[in-house]
């Protein structure tokens, strides 16, 4: 279990070259006003064999080996990360909004998750491509990765945005935040659902059902659409309830000693019953993310507060500069395709969302502002691409690309709203302002009628 002591400052050595490049990367990307993230995985790209790896590439392969303890020790971390990212993604999926926001909630999630899945499912099945799938991807688990990369918003990298923009208390911060936690929830069930295919193809079957032990691909699709949902089902009706009454139990021994430590037992704990269950991990965290983002007294919030301090100072960036490492842009990254798939993904999404955004009401430059925020993919655009590359759903080259898609429409998302802001404009109008303002332009027989003057 112990480690020699070279092999010790090896492993430290690695973790702290991962953390400056990715606090550097993310703070220059801070400066500029653009996600902390996108500079954190810009970091992880300096070490990996795109730059590092192309100039010295032996320096790159010693400090940051694929085998061996120091690979051991980073892949325990990364994973932590991924969870711990999760985690804090499910604590921010509370369901704002209410009133004359929800039909516009509404049509939006509607429009811009049905059809932009429904579209990449159908793009995936007509296009070639095979040279995009994992050894253990097939032609429908890729489909389903195709269409919830062309669907996904960030909930965490839109409402950092957002954040910094000052704007998180308004309706407009309200109603894509609604959206995006929807969507989420769903496509984050069936990642579940892909991953539990992923794994009823390939030998390492582990859980339930691999007690199972049926070849039968029905019985496979049946039981990872089932399980995954049950399991959401079950914790979303009583999961609050149970981690509040656990929380507060005279006889929770580790909530007295260390809230956090409750916390991190709390997720892991829920993530070692997905394993169980034959799910993989990060649907746990997600979940117990959601069970414990209840309302807070001060304590709570505290508490949560440096979880999430520690995750972002340590565990996160460690993950997404892991990531940069893995992406190889020189030798496994196909150009012409990731193009194609950057300009069809923003299209259809940005398309979907204005639509239902127009159905359900808003004028036009509200459309358009609702349609770009919620074409950010972030965090979670970033996840599916790793747990999809980890279970050997996709190839090295589908990857990168969906890292890159993740990366560059958060930008986009980012500078279109800092611009908006920056100008002066308003990124949503009221609906009953505007009928106001019409009334009020009308003429003055109509403005006095509308005003509740008589007709002469």
């Given at each position: 279990m112990?480690?020699?002591a ?23 990307f801070?400066?500029?006003?653009q996600?902390?993230v ?12 795109t ?6 590439p ?17 892949g325990a971390?990364y ?11 499910g604590?921010e ?8 926001e929800r ?5 939006m ?7 932009p ?20 991807g097939?032609?429908t ?13 960030s ?17 407009f ?7 995006a936690?929807?969507e989420d ?13 992923a ?33 959401l ?22 909530e ?5 430590a ?40 505290k ?21 940069g ?15 194609w ?8 999404k ?23 925020a ?15 590359f ?11 690309s ?6 560059i ?23 009953r302002?505007?009928q ?7 003429t ?13």
């Amino acid at each position: 279990m112990s480690l020699k002591a070279a092999e010790v400052a090896h492993v430290l050595l690695a973790i702290i070259t991962l953390l400056l490049c990715a606090h550097c990367g993310g703070r220059i990307f801070e400066l500029i006003r653009q996600p902390k993230v996108i500079g954190e995985i810009v970091g992880g790209l300096v070490l990996g064999p795109t730059l590092l790896g192309e100039f010295f590439p032996e320096a790159q392969h010693w400090l940051f080996p694929t085998t061996g303890p120091t690979a051991g020790v980073l892949g325990a971390f990364y994973n932590i990360g991924l969870l711990l990212l999760v985690y804090l993604t499910g604590t921010e999926m509370r369901m704002p909004g209410g009133g004359g926001e929800r039909r516009t909630v509404g049509f939006m999630t509607a429009s811009g998750l049905i059809l932009p899945f429904t579209f990449g499912l159908i793009i995936a099945r007509f296009v070639d491509t095979g040279q995009l799938v994992g050894s253990n991807g097939s032609p429908t688990t890729l489909a389903l990765i195709f269409g919830m990369a062309v669907a996904v918003t960030s909930v965490p990298v839109i409402s950092r945005i957002m954040l910094d923009l000052g704007i998180l208390n308004t309706v407009f911060a309200r109603m894509v935040l609604a959206v995006a936690v929807i969507e989420d929830i769903l496509l984050y069930v069936i990642l579940a659902i892909v991953l539990g295919l992923a794994q009823a193809q390939a030998s390492d079957a582990y859980g339930l059902w691999a007690l199972i032990g049926s070849d039968s691909m029905g019985l496979a699709v049946a039981y990872f659409t089932i399980a995954p949902l049950v399991f959401l089902a079950i914790f979303l009706r009583f999961g609050p309830a149970l981690f509040a009454r656990m929380t507060s139990s005279p006889l929770n021994v580790l909530e007295r000693s260390s809230p956090v430590a409750f916390r991190l037992f709390f997720m892991f704990l829920l993530c070692v019953g997905c394993i169980g269950l034959g799910i993989d991990a990060i649907f746990g965290a997600l979940v117990a993310g959601m069970c414990s983002s209840g309302p807070e007294r001060e304590k709570e919030a505290k508490t949560q507060e440096t979880l999430r301090q520690v995750s972002i100072g340590f565990f996160i960036p460690v993950y997404f500069a892991i990531v940069g490492i893995k992406l190889d842009l020189l030798h496994h990254f196909d150009l012409f395709f990731f193009c194609w798939f950057l300009v069809l993904a923003c299209v259809v999404k940005f398309t979907s969302v204005w639509l239902g955004a127009r159905l359900a009401g808003e004028d036009n430059p509200s459309a358009v502002n609702l349609a770009v925020a919620m074409n950010a993919r972030g965090g979670p655009g970033i996840v599916l691409a790793s747990t999809a590359f980890g279970a050997k759903i996709i190839n090295e080259s589908f990857f990168a690309s969906l890292v890159l898609l993740s990366i560059i429409t958060s930008q986009l998302a980012g500078f279109w709203l800092w611009k908006v802001i920056g100008r002066g404009g308003e990124l949503r109008t009221d609906p009953r302002a505007r009928q106001e303002a019409t009334v009020e332009k009308g003429t003055p027989v109509a403005a006095q009628v509308a005003r509740g003057g008589r007709k002469p």
